[in-house]
């Protein structure tokens, strides 16, 4: 009578059969969202915009391997370039390869932009902003990133610099034990270092 024990249950493997043609459309809600947004104002000039795009690319990677949908907004005094969400990294790496410095700084319609693109969304929704020096209107970004904020999306910054970082940090909503870029050495590690804020995905 305990015969039973030996007994072999075989059943279907579950890779045995191709993901449904829907499959992409359910995974969507869930995916994370992440918007690069790189200050290309004059005072990138020269070596600064050369290691802020080497670490943008970086980042981008990172992002793709965890799933992420990934934007570009290049900025300034308004948006110099912006690039949709795509799971494609190449638009987005395309776009930093056309980056140029010029103008000013105001992030407020990055900030807005940001908001447009990312607002009706789901799963995590980021936008991870690197800077050099002020971020424009202050009262207009704070009050833009708060509004960002109570939609859910995340803002994550790094500074060139103590003064980049502390005007940054008005308009973070985390991290800003790094936002500090100590030189332009470190640009690029600095940028590609926002990644580790991503929630990745196996």
Aim: hydrophobic share 45%.
């Amino acid at each position: 009578m305990s015969d039973w024990i030996r007994r072999s249950f075989d059943a279907v493997g579950v890779t045995q059969y191709k993901p449904g043609k829907h499959l992409a459309a359910l995974q969507e809600p869930h995916l994370g969202k992440v918007i690069l947004c790189i200050d290309v104002s004059s005072s990138m000039s020269g070596t600064p915009l050369k290691e802020a795009v080497r670490g943008a690319r970086e980042f981008v990677a990172q992002a793709v391997d965890a799933r992420y949908r990934v934007g570009l907004i290049l900025w300034n005094s308004s948006i110099a370039r912006s690039v949709p969400l795509s799971a494609d990294p190449g638009p987005v790496l395309a776009g930093l390869d056309r980056a140029y410095p010029s103008g000013g700084t105001n992030v407020t319609p990055t900030l807005r932009s940001g908001i447009t693109a990312l607002g009706s969304l789901t799963g995590d929704r980021v936008l991870a902003v690197f800077g050099d020096g002020d971020i424009g209107p202050v009262a207009a970004a704070v009050a833009a990133a708060r509004e960002a904020a109570a939609l859910g999306i995340r803002i994550i910054v790094r500074g060139l610099g103590s003064h980049a970082a502390a005007s940054l940090a008005q308009i973070a909503t985390e991290g800003l034990e790094v936002a500090e870029i100590t030189g332009s050495g470190s640009i690029a590690s600095g940028i590609a270092g926002m990644a580790t804020s991503l929630r990745m995905r196996s």
